[in-house]
């Protein structure tokens, strides 16, 4: 069926059984739990889809959680849809943008748009019950500063509870947020469809 | 209530109004739609995370989709008890992995878990009713030449159906696959909490 000679059959179960000794060695280090400052950013793809997966996670075990939107105003996605209709009750849902900077065109609306879903987060946070908190797209907000990372970074060092996970999303996260991250990615870009005229396309951007 | 003045604000709405404009008339050159070839690598988090992000958002606009885990067996995780549980009529579910390879240290269980996943992922890809198939962590398979590479990339280039987006997740993703993506992700760790001694944590990573 395959072309795996008994004597290679044997080399390979000898050598991963000892790759297995070793890491269930190390893995046995790792027996931390801890609520996790996660931030996903980078040019590429997928930092606001793999928070949602997250959120996906919670839910499906039954843990609460919540998610603030600091850039998306009110256009629908499939994401919020799926949440408002089916997970409401564990899952808050807040879009609280106004849309991209060269949609409102109005710096005094972002700010203050950035401002009230900050305050909003904080509360999230706050809240004992509720174990994940995704910021999607507040590194945007950081970035322009329309909100301050060091007022951000001073609240989650100083203010998180202990076991709560809060995952922030978007380009350009500044130095001091990822220096207190525990988790931080970048997404790098390698290929984008754009680039052939393929426009965002539902089920895969929204 | 901030600290914008009319100046600025009036600048601002100017330099974002001809954003707008730039980005409009590029925008209106994206037009196209297609089956994406989706390809998420690299060493950092978020790869299958993302990958079922966008199963979400397939399941929430009532898209059919279905998913294949190479290489996980039969632990249970989040995402497949949300989607077994609550939406199995829209999408397929198959765990066809055997463990890691230091796991199941079985080289020819493993080629034969390899190559019966690979057959119905592509039954799944012909399935005219199935928007998007997603191959979670078929990049180690062929990176360890279970399955092989050039079978993949054929089959893609010559079979797949022109509106399925099929997407490919697993570190060391292999030079031909990125050739023929449509978009590809390099998930690139900037921190990783197993540094610290925290071990993977229900809700984040399963």
């Given at each position: 069926m395959t072309d795996v000679t008994p004597e290679e059959a044997e080399r390979h179960a000898k050598k991963m059984a000892?790759?297995?000794?070793?890491?269930?060695?190390?893995?046995?280090?790792?027996?931390?739990?801890?609520?996790?400052?996660?931030?996903?950013?980078?040019?590429?793809k997928g930092k606001s889809s793999a928070g949602f997966g997250m959120i996906f996670r919670h839910i499906a075990h039954g843990m609460p959680c919540a998610v603030v939107q600091f850039i998306k105003g009110n256009t629908q996605t499939g994401e919020r849809m799926l949440i408002e209709e089916n997970f409401s009750k564990l899952c808050q849902f807040h879009t609280m943008g106004e849309g991209f900077t060269w949609e409102t065109q109005d710096k005094e609306r972002d700010i203050a748009a950035a401002k009230r879903a900050w305050e909003k987060a904080k509360e999230l946070i706050l809240d004992p019950e509720i174990s994940m908190v995704l910021l999607d797209e507040i590194n945007i907000a950081m970035r322009y500063d329309y909100i301050d990372v060091e007022d951000v970074?001073?609240?989650?060092?100083?203010?998180?509870?202990?076991?709560?996970?809060?995952?922030?999303?978007?380009?350009?996260?500044?130095?001091?947020?990822?220096?207190?991250?525990?988790?931080?990615?970048?997404?790098?870009?390698?290929?984008?469809?754009?680039r052939a005229g393929i426009k965002a396309q539902k089920g895969v951007e929204f």
């Open positions: 000892k790759k297995k000794a070793a890491r269930d060695k190390i893995m046995a280090t790792k027996d931390g739990e801890k609520g996790l400052i996660i931030v996903n950013t980078g040019p590429g970074v001073a609240f989650l060092r100083d203010h998180k509870p202990e076991m709560t996970h809060v995952v922030l999303t978007g380009r350009n996260a500044k130095e001091p947020l990822l220096e207190i991250s525990d988790l931080a990615t970048e997404m790098g870009q390698i290929k984008h469809p754009f």
